[in-house]
């Protein structure tokens, strides 16, 4: 089946009280992501509130005495590495610390921290080499752990960042994720052809609207049918794992997510998701960021059944309009 950009459009009809119940149509669009299928909906701009506010300067403050993963602490009550992993039993890059993660989501599970002495890290902070050091630190556990043990093949780096996007801990920070079996989108990203992801990126390409840059290696866009709010997608050509990831594409990758990020700071957003999908058989390595939101302070989330279990994202923000602001930053640096 050829690859296309599918979309429809349909409209709701209703007697509105906001109008003297007279008749209203509103409308929204219905697309299908081009490689796993998934479909989402685009509803008009203005449909949910504004990103809400918080105050992090007095979370900070409410949460950095008992954190541990603040420096002080951090070397006392986080656990090691077993020595056949890796002989320090933590990692460090520039600023960045990993150490196993308390809470096994995998076979082989990790954290890092961007630095044991930024408690508070606002998404317009997370500069080009805060991200780079956390980023290393992530590919050399994937290979310590491959390495340890070689059928555990998928490997994944993730980010919850604040509460919004399901952080049980206040502190910054990435989760390394290696298994013998992929996740459910991992497995699906297996499933896509590397020819139908060429065809994919090519005719996005052509299409322009969600292009935001494009290289030899890399391919930064807006996502045609997004999971979530702002969502952006990276594909890293010629590498398929973290473990593949020299110091030069790790430090291409940083720089785009602090673009992003930055573009997620001037829409209002605080709190973001990201995941990098790794494969074991040579597809592209794929990247992807959302925005999270509380929408007012602590009183909604910008998810809900739609997301979480219809695997469907109701969004109001056009793709599109990501990609104009995603180039802009692109182009200032």
Known sequence: MAVE???????????DP????????????????????????????????????????RLAAETREACPFCAGRIEEQT??????????????????????????????????????????????????ELIAGNLATQVEFARAVRAHDP?????????????????????????????????????????????????????????????????AEHVWLASFAPLGPGEMRAFVLGRSSPNDLDEATIGELARGISRVLS????????????ALYGMPDGRPLELRLVARAYYGPALRSDAMWS??????GAVDLEPERVAELARERWARS
């Open 307 to 312: 997301e979480r279990l219809h695997w469907e």
């Open 263 to 274: 573009v997620y700071a001037e829409l209002g957003f605080e709190s973001f998701n990201l």
């Open 18 to 57: 906001r109008a003297g119940f007279e008749r209203v149509r509103t409308e929204f669009e219905i697309r299908w992501d081009p490689l796993t299928g998934q479909s989402c909906r685009l509803l008009a701009a203005g449909s949910f509130p504004p990103p809400g506010r918080h105050d992090l300067e």
């Open 151 to 215: 059928d555990s093949a998928w490997a994944s780096i993730n980010a919850n960042h604040l509460a919004p996007a399901g952080s049980s801990i206040f502190h910054p920070h990435l989760q390394g994720s290696v298994n013998p079996r992929p996740t459910t989108l991992q497995r699906l990203l297996a499933e896509v052809e590397p020819a139908r992801i060429e065809e994919y990126l090519a005719l996005e390409r052509d299409a322009g609207e969600r292009i935001v840059s494009a290289s």
């Open 5 to 15: 950009l599918r979309r429809e459009r349909m409209s709701a009809e209703i007697l």
């Open 79 to 128: 656990p090691r590495l077993p020595p056949e992993v890796h002989a320090a039993g933590r990692i460090r890059s520039g600023e960045a610390v990993l150490f196993p993660n308390l809470v096994s989501y995998a076979k082989w599970s990790s954290v890092s921290v961007y630095s044991p002495q930024r408690h508070l890290l606002p998404i317009d902070e997370l500069t080009p």
